[in-house]
């Protein structure tokens, strides 16, 4: 499925146990139960393996979670800070008794919202938003996976254009560094000079 690895039958057997937890509404965001944690940890690993694993530092990447529950839904969204993102995505599901049972990440984009834009409107053809345009209600992982792999295919940055991309802020932070060096020397003669002026 869009290039990912299937899950060990131990860790599928996880999956499908913290997927009847949820279900059920049995989640407490006070004590999150081990089989959270490997699960939520394992799917995650996996949708980072079909990457192009290179700097995150450049462009932005696609995302897309499975959120099961009471009230399952699929999450579609573009950060430059992926890790930071699904982190505060999952704080926010656990107080809310949902959990992450799915995964799927992108390579990386030198700008990733207007894939993520042109993406929400093929998928709202025939899928209906909830109140925060980003999340899909009772949506199918699968078949969001196959249209973010899509473009990720078609367009995602390349390993030489994002070697590229390092070495271009590599060479404008040693430009900036050589500017800021430039302006402590004149800032130092223009203070010698009116030291010099005013004895």
Same mark, same amino acid.
């Given at each position: 499925?869009?290039?990912l690895e299937p899950l060990s039958p131990e860790l599928e057997e996880q999956r499908e146990?913290?997927?009847h937890l949820l279900r059920a509404g049995q989640l407490s965001p006070y004590s999150l139960p081990a089989v959270a944690s490997a699960v939520e940890k394992a799917v995650l690993a996996r949708a980072w393996a079909r990457t192009r694993y290179l700097n995150e530092a450049v462009g932005s990447r696609i995302y897309v979670? $499975? #959120? &099961?529950? +009471?009230h399952p839904r699929i999450k579609v969204g #573009? +950060? &430059?800070?992926? *890790? @930071? *993102? /699904?982190?505060? =995505?999952?704080?926010?599901? =656990?107080?809310n008794g949902h959990g992450l049972v799915d995964a799927w990440i $992108?390579? $990386? !984009?030198?700008d990733a919202s207007p894939i993520e834009t042109g993406m929400h409107k093929l998928v709202? /053809? $025939?899928h209906r938003t909830s109140y925060r345009r980003e999340e899909y209600p009772g949506a199918d992982f699968r078949s969001f996976c196959e249209v973010a792999a899509y473009f990720d295919a078609k367009l995602s940055l390349t390993e030489d254009q994002v070697r590229l991309h390092e070495r271009e802020q590599?060479? *404008?932070a040693q430009a900036w560094e050589e500017e800021l060096r430039s302006a402590e020397r004149h800032a130092r003669s223009a !203070?010698? /000079? @009116?030291?010099?002026g005013s004895s």
């Amino acid at each position: 499925m869009a290039q990912l690895e299937p899950l060990s039958p131990e860790l599928e057997e996880q999956r499908e146990a913290y997927v009847h937890l949820l279900r059920a509404g049995q989640l407490s965001p006070y004590s999150l139960p081990a089989v959270a944690s490997a699960v939520e940890k394992a799917v995650l690993a996996r949708a980072w393996a079909r990457t192009r694993y290179l700097n995150e530092a450049v462009g932005s990447r696609i995302y897309v979670l $499975s #959120v &099961a529950g +009471t009230h399952p839904r699929i999450k579609v969204g #573009v +950060t &430059a800070d992926v *890790r @930071g *993102r /699904i982190a505060t =995505h999952l704080n926010e599901y =656990h107080c809310n008794g949902h959990g992450l049972v799915d995964a799927w990440i $992108s390579n $990386s !984009f030198l700008d990733a919202s207007p894939i993520e834009t042109g993406m929400h409107k093929l998928v709202r /053809i $025939s899928h209906r938003t909830s109140y925060r345009r980003e999340e899909y209600p009772g949506a199918d992982f699968r078949s969001f996976c196959e249209v973010a792999a899509y473009f990720d295919a078609k367009l995602s940055l390349t390993e030489d254009q994002v070697r590229l991309h390092e070495r271009e802020q590599q060479n *404008r932070a040693q430009a900036w560094e050589e500017e800021l060096r430039s302006a402590e020397r004149h800032a130092r003669s223009a !203070f010698q /000079i @009116g030291e010099a002026g005013s004895s």
